[in-house]
Nanobody, 125 residues
Framework: QVQLVESGGGLVQVGDSLRLSCVASGRTISNYGMGWFRQAPGKEREWVASISAGDTAIYSDSVKGRFTISRDNAKSTVYLQMNNLQPEDTAIYYC???????????????????WGQGTRVAVSS
């Protein structure tokens, strides 16, 4: 079992940047696919970005070109760099980890077995 703890959220202005961190413990995550999801008030949770064990990253269309997911296995940490934040990025952001040999990490929540508690991001206009 992997425990995940997110941090780095906060209240920012339109156009600002934030970097979210997700620290894993319990097991090494070097072989895990990792992802970021978010849930805005009154909406379903949605996928944001994923990164494979081999460092291949994919993004939702809504954040492509503005957000960057990365990982530092030595620090057991996954990051989400968020630039040019917009009011529609306001949400609770969740980190997720999954280990499914033979399967490619994607946007499906079902791939991920472990979830953090979330960190709140609010973008004010």
């Amino acid at each position: 079992q992997v425990q995940l703890v997110e941090s780095g959220g906060g209240l920012v202005q339109v156009g600002d940047s934030l970097r979210l961190s997700c620290v894993a413990s319990g097991r090494t995550i070097s072989n895990y696919g990792m992802g970021w999801f978010r849930q805005a008030p009154g909406k379903e949770r949605e996928w944001v970005a994923s990164i494979s064990a081999g460092d291949t990253a994919i993004y939702s269309d809504s954040v492509k070109g503005r957000f960057t997911i990365s990982r530092d296995n030595a620090k057991s940490t996954v990051y989400l760099q968020m630039n040019n934040l917009q009011p529609e990025d306001t949400a609770i952001y969740y980190c997720a980890a999954g280990w499914r040999p033979g399967q490619r990490v994607g946007r499906d929540e079902g791939f991920f077995e472990n979830w953090g508690q979330g960190t709140r991001v609010a973008v004010s206009s």
